[in-house]
């Protein structure tokens, strides 16, 4: 019985990842077509971090060894280079997820209901962009530039990079697949499309710089401060032991739980919502 | 001659019906008009002033760059302000009806197509105006000793000029990234890469006068510096004279070059329009 129900899970993950790989082959496909878009795309995302970096770059410019909450000019590197890594990786799996709102409203979810897969994989990860892929190689070399520039790398940067990745990714999805949930129950209202611009402006700055009740907010509720606040914690340092294990096991369940609120809210779609 | 007049009428006409459907149209859904038209553009400013309040915390002086702590939170306040009243490229959706072939059925129909957007244009510069002074009214009333005020009432009028005028280059230089459409299957890149350059440029992350010299003198011949920073160190009385005239030095050439672009693209464009959509 257990050794049929392990099949059947290693079924599963396989069938979960030969459709990524076919949303990655039609990405590609797709970006073969639209080659000056796909330029486009790689100047615009390179745009948005250089205004990232040139802000910070002229806010510490301004005095000699100016800290903002804390977070000295190397810090805050490597909080950027996190901040572009989860930016790079919504771009590559989960730009889907801005068509959302439009996507219920027009009544074109009704093959993401049919499709034998989880509705959260087929819908937020069906458009894959080659471009976003460029910009991963960006992003992450800028936060190898950020950790060089902390001091050298030491074991426990090394040990704690992967977990640190791993959270900002998860939290990317989480937000994203949390704040679609949002446009189900209110048709038509823009609230997640408004809600990712109100996180990617609150995340876009290390949370150190406001209230504790709200950090706290944005790190254990919402969780945009996962983004990047708390893996450039991790990785340099700050954040670890049980601290570290209970923010790990706080997220994976958070993240459950709104997989789950987002299933439950898919169940309210109707073709004519609208 | 008269035939010209029936024409502007005609159009006067069109445009105070485009513009009345377009209110209807945002006050539909009570939810997304409360979020997209009231709290659109708060959020940025409000981090600034946290991330700006630590900054200031440990610093050696109580100015940085020009500014102290009390002048750069009225800063931020009034660019919440202003920016709820430039336009925005995602009120724009040519791109998209030349790409699907949709604009067939309005190039048919006896009136100009740009029309349609004016409307629009129209009805979110006098929504957000009126958003725009009940919550700087709203706010001078409730914190008075942080609320920026006027340094004159023609200061305030002044600027609130270059802001209309910065916002109208802003619906032209959208739109004529939008109507590349014609050439290239996919614009929106374009429109979001133009748009971190401008807010940029504009001020709306750091003031420009607080940026290096270098910064300043290079964004004082663009628009989107006419549009934001400018207004508002004008509205703060940090400006000296002349500045008003040199704003509109920059802004009325600006719009103008970029009508005429916009007519020629829009030309070009219609001759290579096919009205297939993909």
């Known amino acids: 019985m257990s050794g049929a129900r392990h099949i059947s899970l290693l079924g599963k993950c396989r069938q979960r990842l030969a459709i990524l790989r076919q949303f990655l082959r039609v990405g590609l496909v797709r970006k073969a077509q639209f080659r000056i878009d796909f330029l486009a795309q790689v100047v615009m995302d390179l745009c948005f971090y250089s205004v990232h970096i040139i802000t910070f770059e002229l806010l510490f410019g301004m005095g000699d060894g100016f800290t903002i909450a804390g977070w000295d000019r190397a810090a805050v590197r490597v909080f950027l280079g996190f901040l572009f890594v989860a930016d790079a990786f919504m771009m590559t799996w989960l730009s889907q997820g801005w068509f959302l709102p439009q996507d219920i409203k027009n009544g074109n979810l009704d093959p993401v209901r049919l499709r034998p897969a989880p509705s959260i994989l087929v819908y937020f990860f069906q458009r894959f962009s080659p471009e976003g892929a460029v910009n991963f190689l960006c992003a992450f070399s800028y936060l190898g530039y950020g950790l060089t520039t902390c001091g050298p790398l030491s074991a426990d940067i090394i040990w704690t990079l992967p977990l640190a990745l791993f959270l900002c990714i998860w939290a990317e999805v989480v937000v994203a697949v949390g704040l679609g949930a949002l446009e189900f129950l209110f048709v038509n209202s823009d609230l997640s499309r408004f809600f990712i611009e109100m996180a990617q402006t609150a995340s876009g700055k290390p949370l150190d710089i406001y209230k504790r009740r709200v950090r706290q907010f944005l790190i254990l509720v919402l969780p945009v401060g996962v983004l990047a606040h708390v893996p450039a914690e991790i990785v340099l340092g700050r954040c670890h032991g049980l601290e570290l294990l209970g923010q790990v096991t706080w997220q994976i369940l958070l993240g459950l739980a709104v997989f789950a609120l987002f299933r439950r809210s898919f169940k309210r779609y109707e073709s004519a919502l609208s | ?278």
């Open chain 2, 1 to 278: 001659m008269s035939k010209a007049l029936a024409l502007l009428a005609h159009d006067l006409r069109l445009l105070r019906h485009t513009t009345e459907y377009e209110f209807r149209k945002v006050l539909a859904f009570r939810v997304g008009f409360v979020v997209r038209e009231l709290l659109n553009g708060v959020a940025h400013p409000a981090v600034m002033i946290c991330l700006y309040f630590a900054l200031y915390a440990q610093a050696s002086s109580e100015a940085i760059g020009g500014w102290s702590f009390p002048e750069i939170v009225g800063y931020m306040i009034l660019s919440a302000c202003v920016q709820k009243m430039l336009f925005h490229h995602r009120l724009l959706e040519v791109a998209d009806q030349i790409f699907t072939g949709h604009l067939t059925k309005f190039l048919v129909m006896p009136f100009r197509f740009f029309t349609l957007p004016l409307g629009r244009f129209v009805q979110n510069t006098l929504l957000q105006v009126a958003i725009a002074t009940l919550c700087y009214f709203a706010g001078l009333y409730l914190v008075p000793d942080w609320w920026p005020r006027p340094a004159s009432p023609s200061a305030a009028a002044q600027a609130f000029a270059l802001v209309l005028l910065g916002s109208a280059c802003f619906l032209l230089a959208y739109y004529c990234l939008a109507i590349l459409a014609f050439w290239l299957d996919v614009v929106w890149s374009l429109s979001v890469m133009f748009m971190f350059v401008a807010n940029f440029i504009s001020g709306r992350m750091i003031p420009v006068s607080q940026m290096p010299p270098i910064f300043e003198a290079i964004f004082r011949w663009t628009f989107p510096y006419w549009a934001l920073s400018a207004p508002i160190e004008l509205f703060m009385g940090r400006t000296p004279e002349g500045f008003f005239l040199e704003g509109l030095g920059i802004l009325l050439p600006t719009l103008l070059a970029l009508e005429l672009l916009r007519r020629v693209l829009w030309r070009l464009g219609r001759r290579r329009y096919v009205g297939a959509g993909m």
